[in-house]
């Protein structure tokens, strides 16, 4: 697989280094500082989670890796240890997706019917973070979720928007 051939690859090759001074002692006695490049050593190994393995390359002293599975003639690629198998529960059938859920249903599908880009908004989850407050403004506590999308038309555009009010 080619996905696998670039992982050796990579990790043969120390495709990420680590800058290094280095001082050198000249014939005069006076010193010399270098910069170099040192590759990383990239330590490679596997885990089996829900019968698919997960390939892992974490970087030397970095806190971090680069991990890949393969599945049903799917790449999963990922920073993150824990999207991939977040990732892997999806394409298992896991009950915990944004398309099983009521708020699908009800807010985007309709919406994804009829667009060609999709927006959807948790107000509850977001308004903390551009607001910057642990508390929303009671005004704004009665938006739940903001759906949003766009059908292009080559006079137009048109929009459908959805605010759901708890």
Same mark, same amino acid.
């Given at each position: @697989?080619?996905? +696998?051939?670039?992982?050796?690859?990579?990790?043969?090759?120390?495709?990420?280094? *680590? !800058?290094?001074?280095?001082?050198?002692?000249?014939?005069?006695?006076?010193?010399?500082?270098? #910069?170099?490049?040192?590759? %990383?050593?990239?330590?490679? =190994?596997? *885990?089996? &989670? $829900? *019968?698919?393995?997960?390939? $892992? @390359? *974490?970087?030397?002293?970095?806190?971090?890796?680069? &991990?890949?599975?393969?599945?049903?003639?799917?790449?999963?690629?990922?920073?993150?240890?824990?999207? #991939? $198998?977040?990732?892997?529960?999806?394409?298992?059938?896991?009950?915990?997706?944004?398309?099983?859920?009521?708020?699908?249903?009800? +807010?985007?599908?309709?919406?994804? =019917?009829?667009?060609?880009?999709?927006? &959807?908004?948790?107000?509850?989850?977001?308004? !903390?973070?551009?607001? %910057?407050?642990?508390?929303? !403004?009671?005004?704004?506590?009665?938006?739940?979720?903001?759906? =949003?999308? $766009?059908?292009?038309? !080559?006079?137009?555009?048109?929009? #459908?928007?959805?605010?759901?009010?708890?």
């Amino acid at each position: @697989m080619k996905i +696998q051939e670039l992982a050796d690859n990579f990790s043969q090759i120390g495709a990420v280094f *680590e !800058p290094k001074v280095v001082t050198h002692t000249l014939e005069d006695g006076t010193k010399s500082k270098e #910069i170099i490049a040192v590759p %990383e050593a990239i330590q490679r =190994s596997e *885990e089996t &989670y $829900k *019968e698919v393995t997960i390939y $892992k @390359m *974490e970087l030397g002293e970095r806190d971090w890796g680069i &991990y890949y599975a393969l599945t049903n003639q799917i790449a999963v690629i990922s920073l993150d240890m824990k999207g #991939i $198998k977040n990732t892997i529960d999806l394409l298992k059938g896991a009950d915990n997706s944004l398309r099983r859920s009521e708020i699908y249903v009800e +807010q985007i599908s309709g919406v994804l =019917s009829r667009s060609d880009e999709l927006s &959807y908004f948790n107000l509850g989850s977001l308004l !903390p973070i551009i607001l %910057e407050e642990e508390e929303i !403004p009671k005004i704004l506590r009665i938006f739940s979720t903001f759906s =949003s999308g $766009k059908n292009y038309f !080559p006079d137009g555009i048109s929009s #459908i928007n959805y605010l759901r009010i708890k």
